[in-house]
Nanobody, 120 residues
Framework: QVQLVESGGGLVQAGGSLRLSCAAS????????PGWFRQAPGKEREFVSR????????YYADSVKGRFTVSRENAKNTVYLQMNSLKPEDTAVYYC?????????????WGQGTQVTVSS
């Protein structure tokens, strides 16, 4: 199994930036596809981004494309989510996740989440 721990959330003004980190322990991210999700108050959890560990290919929700960047650091077994030009509607709990299966399969592991609050 892999354990995921997010960090880097906080309060930021609209237009600002934050970088989230997700550190994996127990097993390396090379065995999984890592991704980011978020859940705003009163809404369902939604996909934000994912990255293919070996190829580095990245994928984004339309709502964050051009503003967020997902990346990985193999040596630290860590995935990052750089969030720029933040908007109040980006306010949510952000979760790191990992899956073992192909696209469309269940996300098997989740972190505890980190709160991101964007003030207007």
């Amino acid at each position: 199994q892999v354990q995921l721990v997010e960090s880097g959330g906080g309060l930021v003004q609209a237009g600002g930036s934050l970088r989230l980190s997700c550190a994996a322990s127990g097993r390396t991210f090379s065995s999984y596809t890592p991704g980011w999700f978020r859940q705003a108050p009163g809404k369902e959890r939604e996909f934000v981004s994912r990255i293919s560990w070996y190829s580095g290919n990245t994928y984004y929700a339309d709502s964050v494309k051009g503003r967020f960047t997902v990346s990985r650091e193999n040596a630290k077994n860590t995935v990052y989510l750089q969030m720029n030009s933040l908007k109040p509607e980006d306010t949510a709990v952000y979760y790191c996740a990992a899956r073992t299966g192909p696209t469309g399969s269940t996300w098997d592991y989740w972190g505890q989440g980190t709160q991101v609050t964007v003030s207007s």
